[in-house]
């Protein structure tokens, strides 16, 4: 048996909640009465398309979320999905491709919103030989899988007690953020591989914010060591590009900086 379709209220409800808003507090962040607040969670009343985008904007909805609220108000989805390769993003993935060739001879790579690998530089390659179980480098790559899987890089992560933690909460925090199915089943099967010792130090908690927290990597070129940044498109209008994320790796030594530029000479 079918589930009803949900109504706008149920979508509106749920984002609310997700973000931990009462009512009051939610109508006084939008600039609308209680009463019309929920009144439209009631179904009692129906807001406009210019509304419902107000209040999608100040939840901070993802735009593949406010297409079926659109839907469940009777307007017509206005976010479109496209892939990569259409046309229509030639220039978004031109602006991809000059990102990570420019970043070269240090590593930078693209990823879905289910952190699948869209594209990467040459500077990833080399890093990654050694991997163990090909398969994670192989087909559909997950940089999450890949980096704390058992077989993948984990064993050559030297602070991986403080990696594994930082990867870990940033993707609580996106599935905070969207609510997606799919990333929640991916914190499950990640939290559930072996976890390192924690270090034996006296020093306070790390801040796991930002790019606070370093990649210290073992590779056959030595110990490098990397501070990472996130770049996504500012105002996207399409789904596809909303959800997509460059992670760029910046040498956080002059001694990881040498041993890159000598992976990669003449770049």
């Given amino acids: 048996m079918m589930n009803p379709a949900r109504s706008l209220g149920d979508h509106l409800r749920e984002w609310r909640q997700r973000r931990r808003l009462s009512q009051l507090d939610f109508a006084l962040e939008a600039d609308i009465s209680q009463r019309h607040l929920s009144f439209i969670e009631s179904g009692r009343a129906l807001p406009s398309r210019e509304m419902l985008m107000h209040l999608a904007e100040r939840l901070g909805v993802p735009l593949r979320d406010r297409n079926p609220m659109l839907l469940a108000a009777g307007f017509a989805p206005v976010f479109p ?3 990569l390769d259409d046309p229509a993003l030639a220039p978004a993935r031109r602006a991809i491709d000059m990102l990570l060739k420019g970043h070269e001879p240090f590593p930078a790579l693209a990823v879905d919103r289910h952190w699948t690998l869209i594209a990467a530089n040459a500077a990833v390659a080399p890093l990654l030989a050694g991997v163990v179980d090909t398969s994670l480098t192989e087909g559909p790559i997950n940089v999450l899988r890949l980096s704390l899987h058992p077989q993948g890089l984990a064993p050559r992560i030297a602070n991986l007690f403080e990696w ?3 990867l870990l909460e940033r993707l609580r925090q996106q599935i905070s953020a969207t609510g997606d199915p799919v990333l929640a089943k991916l914190l499950q099967e990640l939290s559930a591989y072996p976890a ?3 270090p034996k130090s006296t020093a306070p908690e790390r ?3 930002g790019i606070a927290v370093p990649l210290e990597l073992v590779t056959e070129a030595g110990h490098l060591s990397f501070l990472s940044t996130t770049t996504v ?6 789904v596809t590009l909303s959800e ?3 992670e760029s790796f910046f040498p ?3 001694q990881t900086a040498k041993a890159l530029k000598a992976m990669l000479p003449g770049s």
């Avoid at 498109?233 to 399409?238: A, E, I, L, M, Q």
């Fill in 81 to 83: 999905e496209r892939k």
């Fill in 164 to 166: 594994r933690a930082h």
């Fill in 196 to 198: 390192p010792p924690a």
């Fill in 207 to 209: 801040d796991f914010a």
């Fill in 233 to 238: 498109f500012g105002t996207p209008v399409d």
């Fill in 244 to 246: 997509l994320a460059i």
């Fill in 252 to 254: 956080a030594n002059p």
